[in-house]
């Protein structure tokens, strides 16, 4: 990934997949243009249900997999766990502490997931996050709480996240001059949507996306999915 000039970092889905015809869209164009784009791929799943779509959706490989939610990076085709990551997060996670807080808790439902990284769940009664996210603090859990599309719940190492696993990328391999667009369609997106490079927010996008404040690099697609990542690099790159 080292010396790469230009960047995609996007969500899978809703975002990148979602429109075939603005997928094969997209892919033609960067095909044709005198530079590669290195591909980035941030996602809620886990690493399995990635490759999973990966395959499905016949997407090429990208450079870097970051999954749960910014608590897991894999590295190349044979997707390598970055060991350095994994290290820095694990510092200050107390997993066990945040499940026994969420067994006091009505309205939410715990998901059964193959990583130690995060504990995720479903939301059936919204006042339930609050309630959560105010024992976290009264019980200092290190934590970073994240809640999208009105019934997803996830509590992270604090030290993570899309934005800052996006963020952490970008130094390790001293790629921030790169021309970069990151791009999204939900709230688990925002911080990485927000770090000051250019960005997408998908025609499709969930509510807390579309309500978010105005700023000049934040770009608001009317194309949904792919077709909205086409119409940003047009805006923001168009050399």
């Known amino acids: 990934m080292n010396g790469a000039t230009h960047l995609l970092a996007t969500d899978l889905d809703g975002t990148l997949v979602g429109d075939k015809a603005g997928l094969r869209e ?57 060991g350095n990551w994994e290290a820095l997060l ?49 019980h200092a859990v290190p934590h970073k709480l994240i809640f999208s599309g009105g019934k997803d719940l996830d509590i992270l190492p604090p030290q993570s996240g899309k934005g800052q696993a996006l963020q952490y990328l970008l130094e390790r391999y001293e790629i921030s001059g790169a ?30 996306l579309q309500q978010h404040r105005q700023h000049p690099l934040i770009y608001r697609a009317n194309r949904h999915c792919a077709g909205g990542i086409y119409e940003a690099w047009t805006h923001f790159h168009a050399d």
């Open 26 to 82: 997209l892919l033609d164009f960067y095909e044709e243009q005198p530079y590669e784009v290195g591909l980035i791929y941030i996602t809620g799943r886990h690493l399995a249900s990635a490759q999973t779509l990966i395959n499905d959706e016949q997407l090429p490989i990208p450079k870097a997999l970051i999954t749960d939610v910014g608590t897991e990076i894999y590295m190349g085709a044979g997707f390598e766990k970055d």
């Open 90 to 138: 694990m510092r200050n996670w107390m997993p066990a502490r945040v499940e026994a807080i969420a067994k006091g808790i009505t309205g939410i439902h715990k998901q059964d997931l193959p990583v130690d990284s995060r504990r995720s769940y479903h939301v059936t009664d919204p006042q339930a996050v609050e309630q959560f996210r105010s024992l976290l603090q009264q």
């Open 179 to 208: 021309k970069l667009l990151v791009a999204g369609d939900s709230g688990n997106d925002l911080e990485m949507l927000t770090l000051g490079f250019p960005s997408v927010i998908v025609g499709n996008a969930q509510p807390e």
